[in-house]
C-alpha cells in the first residue's frame, strides 16, 4: 500500500504492488509470498480485481454488493461480490463493449452497447438476447418511467427502444452531425445528448420536443485556454434538478446551471485531453473529473482544487463507490486502481477494517525508504573513490545515478576528504561575521559590471518606495535583488556599450545623465576606500549633484537626438573614407580558372544571344529559327501545317559525325568489285 499527500489530503492506493500471474499454482503463489516481502506485505482487497489486459469501464450495482468491469483481450465482463471480496462469474462477448448499463438493483440486468453496433441483454442466467441499431454507437441512457433506451452516436438521430414493447420507436432528430454522450436527469427526467459540434440539447421525452439548446463550445474559450480545433462533449453529468456538468474533447469542464445559458464555473485541466469521466462527491460538494492523464477533486461553488491524482497508466473511467471515501479506475493495464481517501467519507461496510489500518499508519507514522541511502552519480563515486563498486551489491542503479548505504557514504566522504570538519568550521564562522556585518549601517555597493545601470536602478527603487509610502501599496522586488538577473552584474559581457549607435539614439539625453552620475560614483567610490582605510562604516549621503536634478523639455530631446545623429553621419563618413583608402591601395590580381579534360571554352557572347532568345516571345523565336534553317513550316493537302525541326549539335556529335563520314568514305575506297564472279547454275548474274 502506497500513501501520497497532496494540499494534506492522504490518498491511500490499495492495489499498488506486484500482481501474480494467474497461470501460477496456489502452491506457488504460497511460496513466492514467503520469498518475496513486497508480495507478502501488499493488501489485495478483492482477489483477482483485474483484467487480462486493459480495462475499459467500471461501475457498481444500486445496492452496492457488486462490482462489475469489461475489458479485453478478449473482450470479457467480471463480476465481483464486495461480500466476499472474490469473482463471482466473468462472461466473454463477441465483440468489445463501448458502454454498458446496470438495469437492476443487482447484477440480474444489463445492457452492453457494443463496437459492432449491437446491444446485448444478459439476465442473471447470462446472455438473454441481441439487437442492432441503425448506426454505430457511442453512449446510452435509460429512462426508467417509460423503459426507454435512448441510443447515440454518429448519427444526427437518438434512437429509441422501448423494452417493454419489445420494438424501436420514433427517433429524435437533432440537428448535430454527431453525437457522442448522453445522460437523463434522475429527478425530472430531462434527457441530455452532447453533439461533435460542442453544443448540448436538451429534449422532454414526454412531449418528444428540444427545449433548450447550450452553445458549450463558446463558453469553454475563455482568455487563458488556448484551443487549436472546435471543442466537442464527451462527458455529461447531471447534479440533482438544476444543476449540469460538461466535459469538453479540448479538457474543459463547464458547469451549468439549467436556468442559465452561461456557465458557473469553468475549470481548465492544462493538458488538452479529452475529458472522459465526471462525478459528484456530495458529502464535500465536489467535482471529480478525469482526463486519460490526471483525476482532478475541485470544489463546485469556487473551483479551487481539493486535490489530484495521477495513475501509472492512462485512465479510461473513474467509478466513485456511493456513500464512502472509496475511488476506481479503469487504466490501459491489467490491473484496477482502488484509492481510499478518508476525508472524502468512511471505508465501504464490506471494507470496513480500512479505517482502523489507516488510523494505525497515520498514529505510527514509519520513515521512508529512502532515509538510509543517499542518491549519488557516476562523478560523484569517482570522486570518492568507489567507482569499482558500480555492479556490486552495494550499489543499486536508479535513473542516473546509484543508490548506496549512507553509513558507507559518510565513512568514504571522511577518506576522501579528511578536512571536511575543518572546512564547515570555517563556513560557519564566517556565516556568523555576515550576520553581525548586516546589522550594521552599511553602504550601498555598487557591482563591478553596469555600475550606472545599478546606480539608476537604486534612484528608482528610492523614488518608487516614497511613491509607495504615500500610496501605502506593496514594494516590488528590485532587479539587484533578483537572482534571474544576477548575472548581467557580474558577468563582462553584459556590459552595457554606451557608445553603440542604437543606445545612442534610444539614449539621447544620456550624457547629461550619465555625467551626475559619474559625479555620484566617485562620491561613492571615495567613501569605500574611507571604508577600507578606516575599517568603519558611515552613512552615504546624498551628492549635491542629485538635488540639482531638472526635467528636459521635448525641444531638448529632439535637439539631443538631431546631435546625436548628426555625429553618427560623420563617424560613418570617416569610416566609409577610410575604407576607401584602403581600396585604393590594395591592387587586385587576375585570377585564372583551369578547364577541365576534354572540355572547349566558350565566350561569355554565347550566354548572353541565349539569355535575349529566352526573353523573346515565341512567335519571334519560330521566325529566327526559320532564317537560321533550322525549322521548316510547309502546308499539308488536308489544309493543316507541318513543322519541321532540326536539332543543334553539340561539338561531340559534330565530331562523331565526322569521323564517321570519314571512315566510310575509306570503306569506300578500299572496296573491291565483284562482277567476275558467277553463280552455281552458271547464270551470269552480278552481285550488286
Not at 500500500?1 to 500471474?21: C, F, H, T
Request: proline share 4%.
Amino acid at each position: 500500500m502506497q500513501v501520497s499527500s497532496l494540499n494534506e489530503v492522504k490518498i491511500y492506493s490499495l492495489s499498488a504492488g506486484r500482481s501474480l500471474p494467474e497461470w501460477l499454482s496456489d502452491r506457488k503463489k504460497r511460496a513466492l509470498q514467503k520469498k518475496d516481502v513486497d508480495i507478502r506485505r501488499r493488501i489485495e482487497l478483492i482477489q483477482d480485481f483485474e483484467m487480462p489486459t486493459v480495462c475499459t469501464k467500471i461501475k457498481v450495482s444500486r445496492d452496492g454488493q457488486y462490482i462489475m468491469a469489461v475489458g479485453t483481450y478478449k473482450p470479457r465482463i467480471r463480476c465481483y461480490d464486495t461480500y466476499q471480496l472474490s469473482q463471482k462469474f466473468e462472461r466473454c462477448l463477441d465483440a468489445e463493449v463501448v458502454t454498458f448499463e446496470i438495469l437492476s438493483d443487482d447484477y440480474s440486468k444489463i445492457v452492453f452497447l457494443q463496437c459492432d453496433r449491437f446491444v446485448e441483454f444478459h439476465s442473471q442466467q447470462g446472455h438473454y438476447y441481441r439487437t442492432r441499431i441503425p448506426k454505430f454507437g457511442r453512449d446510452f441512457s435509460y429512462h426508467y418511467p417509460s423503459c426507454d433506451l435512448y441510443f447515440v452516436g454518429a448519427s444526427s438521430e437518438v434512437f429509441r427502444l422501448n423494452l417493454e414493447q419489445g420494438r424501436f420507436l420514433n427517433s429524435l432528430q437533432t440537428d448535430a452531425s454527431e453525437n457522442n454522450v448522453c445522460d437523463i436527469n434522475p429527478v425530472h427526467f430531462l434527457f441530455a445528448t452532447g453533439t461533435a459540434e460542442g453544443k448540448v440539447e436538451c429534449w422532454d421525452p414526454r412531449t418528444r420536443n428540444r427545449v433548450g439548446l447550450l452553445d458549450c463550445a463558446l463558453s469553454s474559450v475563455t482568455a487563458d485556454t488556448e484551443i487549436d480545433c472546435l471543442p466537442s462533449i464527451s462527458a455529461l453529468k447531471f447534479n440533482g434538478a438544476l444543476k449540469m456538468a460538461v466535459g469538453t474533447s479540448t479538457g474543459q469542464v463547464l458547469l451549468y446551471d439549467l436556468r442559465s445559458n452561461n456557465p458557473l464555473i469553468v475549470k481548465d485541466h492544462q493538458y488538452g485531453l479529452p475529458i472522459k469521466s465526471i462525478e459528484f462527491q456530495h458529502q464535500l460538494d465536489l467535482i471529480i473529473s478525469a482526463d486519460s492523464r490526471i483525476i482532478k477533486m475541485w470544489n463546485k461553488d469556487t473551483g479551487k482544487i481539493f486535490t489530484s491524482m495521477e495513475p501509472e497508466y492512462d485512465i479510461n473511467d473513474v467509478c466513485l463507490y456511493p456513500n464512502s471515501g472509496m475511488l476506481m479506475t479503469a487504466n490501459e493495464a491489467p490491473k484496477m486502481n482502488i484509492y481510499y481517501m478518508p476525508v472524502l467519507g468512511p471505508a465501504p461496510r464490506w471494507c470496513s477494517f480500512l479505517d482502523n489500518l489507516t488510523e494505525e499508519l497515520e498514529e505510527n507514522p514509519e520513515s521512508t525508504v529512502y532515509d538510509d541511502y543517499k542518491f549519488v552519480t557516476r562523478k560523484d563515486l569517482e570522486n570518492l573513490g568507489l567507482a569499482h563498486l558500480i555492479g556490486s551489491t552495494l550499489l543499486r542503479a536508479y535513473m542516473h545515478g546509484f543508490f548506496m548505504d549512507i553509513r558507507l557514504y559518510h565513512k568514504a566522504k571522511m577518506m576522501a576528504n579528511p578536512f571536511a570538519y575543518e572546512e564547515y568550521r570555517r563556513e560557519k564562522i564566517r556565516q556568523k561575521i555576515e550576520e553581525t556585518r548586516a546589522q550594521r549601517v552599511q553602504l550601498k555597493k555598487l557591482p563591478k559590471v553596469n555600475k550606472e545601470l545599478a546606480l539608476k536602478l537604486i534612484e528608482e527603487e528610492g523614488e518608487e518606495q516614497q511613491v509607495t509610502r504615500k500610496r501605502k501599496q506593496k514594494n516590488m522586488p528590485s532587479l539587484l535583488k533578483d537572482d534571474r538577473f544576477k548575472v548581467m552584474f557580474e558577468n563582462p559581457d553584459f556590459q552595457v556599450d554606451e557608445q553603440s549607435e542604437e543606445f545612442r539614439l534610444l539614449n539621447p539625453l544620456v550624457s547629461k545623465t550619465s555625467e551626475k552620475r559619474k559625479k555620484k560614483l566617485k562620491l561613492l567610490l571615495e567613501q569605500e576606500a574611507k571604508e577600507q582605510e578606516e575599517e568603519e562604516e558611515p552613512e552615504g549621503k546624498p551628492s549635491d549633484a542629485e538635488s540639482s536634478e531638472s526635467s528636459d523639455d521635448e525641444k531638448g530631446w529632439v535637439e539631443e537626438v538631431r546631435k546625436q545623429r548628426k555625429l553618427l553621419r560623420q563617424e560613418e563618413k570617416v569610416k566609409w573614407q577610410e575604407r576607401f583608402k584602403e581600396d585604393q591601395q590594395t591592387l587586385l590580381k587576375p585570377q585564372f580558372f583551369e578547364i577541365k579534360e576534354g572540355e572547349e571554352f566558350r565566350s561569355f557572347k554565347d550566354s548572353a544571344k541565349k539569355q535575349k532568345l529566352m526573353k523573346k516571345t515565341l512567335g519571334d523565336r519560330l521566325k529566327l529559327e526559320e532564317k537560321l534553317g533550322t525549322l521548316n513550316v510547309s502546308d499539308t493537302t488536308v489544309g493543316s501545317k507541318q513543322a519541321t525541326f532540326r536539332l543543334k549539335k553539340s561539338e561531340q556529335q559534330k565530331k562523331q559525325q565526322e569521323a564517321e563520314k570519314q571512315h566510310r568514305q575509306e570503306r569506300k575506297a578500299l572496296r573491291r568489285s565483284a562482277g567476275h564472279l558467277k553463280s552455281i547454275r552458271g547464270r551470269r548474274q552480278r552481285f550488286h
